[in-house]
């Protein structure tokens, strides 16, 4: 018999009961076949060392690798399951460097900046929470500008490129979730797309693969992925490999607006995607209705 190829799809970037996510690993494994995925990647927000309400406890780590595992083995011969962790870059804080993360044998590794400074009381600014959690960040740290923010922002994302470099860099300008109702800059501003144009040089030197996010798209905080159109565009003029993840939290987002992203991505040039399969990163063709498997 022929092996045919099939058109389907991965997923590298989803959360669970472990993190912000809802559900068992199983269950997004069901989900998954269900969607027609065919590779799945369990990352959950690794363990900070401060409070927070969406990170996984240092305590539950041993039993997130033991769920994912068993459901690797059980579904091995639908679904190809890896393990991963989304790791926080805070400078000082925590990494994919640090020992804990290290140590524990994760497939691939996706590296994302949340933290961008610190409130006068010492607690964490984190920039995907509430509109108006973000205002007063803004006020309260940045002294009203939010173009200082966004420059951070920007600034720590090539600090973690360079200083701890992650397979997979996630949601590159999730930001802009704060920008689509009112907006505290324009995508088009100089500074901004300066901010981004040094991100992307860098990546294209560091070899990270850039993910098409989009979580804010069937979340409703943004019409196009995280990165942008335009974006996409240019990280395909330097040769940048993307993958498209849904960071999914819940079992029925995780192809969500897969093939509105797919469209944005073969639009902005690209023919391929970078996929993890065997263990091996490669490129497959991407077609509007999955990737050529
Ligand atoms: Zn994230
Ligand atoms: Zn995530």
Redesign the pocket.
């Known amino acids: 018999m022929l092996t045919m190829s099939k058109t389907a799809w991965t997923n590298y970037?989803?959360?669970t009961h472990y993190?912000?996510g809802t559900d068992s690993a199983e269950a997004y494994a069901k989900a998954a076949i269900a969607q027609n995925v065919a590779i799945y990647g369990f990352?959950t927000?690794s363990p900070v060392p401060f409070e927070n309400a969406w990170s996984i406890k240092e305590a539950d780590v041993a039993s997130y690798i033991n769920e994912v595992n068993a459901v690797k083995e059980a579904y091995q011969d639908r679904l190809e399951v890896y393990l991963s962790m989304?790791v926080d870059f805070v400078p000082g804080l925590t990494s994919i460097h640090d020992p804990k993360i290290n140590s524990l044998g994760l497939d691939y590794t996706?590296g994302?900046v949340h933290y961008v400074e610190k409130f006068a009381d010492g607690k964490r600014f984190e920039i995907d929470y509430t509109h108006s959690y973000f205002d007063k960040g803004i006020a309260e740290i940045f002294n009203g500008d939010a173009q200082k923010c966004v420059t951070r922002y920007y600034e720590l994302t090539r600090q973690m490129l360079t200083e701890a470099k992650p397979d997979i860099l996630?949601?590159l300008d999730k930001i802009k979730m704060h920008n689509k109702d009112k907006p505290h800059f324009l995508e088009t501003d100089g500074w901004y797309r300066d901010a981004i144009m040094e991100t992307l040089e860098l990546i294209a030197k560091s070899g990270v693969i850039m993910e098409v996010?989009t979580?804010g798209m069937y979340k409703k905080l943004s019409s196009e992925p995280y990165p942008s159109a335009w974006i996409l565009k240019e990280a395909n003029a330097l040769g940048i490999p993307v993958m498209i993840?849904s960071?999914s939290?819940v079992p029925r987002e995780i192809t969500g607006q897969f093939e509105a992203a797919a469209e944005i991505v073969l639009n902005a040039g690209y023919k391929e995607v970078r996929i993890f399969r065997d263990h091996n990163w490669q490129n497959k063709p991407l077609t509007p209705k999955g990737i050529l498997l």
């Open positions: 970037h989803s959360h993190c912000d990352s927000h989304e996706v994302s996630g949601h996010n979580r993840n960071d939290h």
